[in-house]
């Protein structure tokens, strides 16, 4: 189910940017950048950002992030984000960033 709130607020984040498209995935909403997978949002399991394999490790010990494993295997380079973590606008356009960071190295996905 669609979070709704944190998506609007997401979308005031990424507002702007380039290559940035909306997917529903995962029971949620997942916002993509050049057609990879950035964050997502859903009611269920909350505030999911790719960070990559790379940063996988030193940003899973950064106090609000902790494993997704939605079918109880971890998701490398995939970390959900504590609500705590992305209360200010700020805080959720730090996490943006670090996705942000990860997907502009990937190749564009053709359509």
Not at 48 to 54: D, I, N, T
Not at 83 to 95: M, N, V
């Amino acid at each position: 189910m669609q979070d709704e709130k944190l998506n609007k607020r997401l979308r005031e984040v990424l507002k702007g940017k380039r290559g940035i498209t909306e997917k529903s995935m995962f029971g949620g909403l997942c916002f993509m950048h050049n057609g990879n997978m950035l964050c997502g949002a859903d009611l269920k399991h909350g505030f999911s950002v790719r960070v990559g394999p790379e940063q996988y490790e030193k940003v899973l010990k950064l106090k609000h992030a902790r494993i997704l494993d939605i079918t109880g295997v971890p998701m490398k380079g995939l970390v959900f984000v504590n609500i705590e973590g992305y209360r200010t606008k700020a805080a959720l356009s730090k996490w943006v960033d670090r996705g942000l960071v990860f997907t502009k190295t990937l190749p564009k996905k053709k359509k």
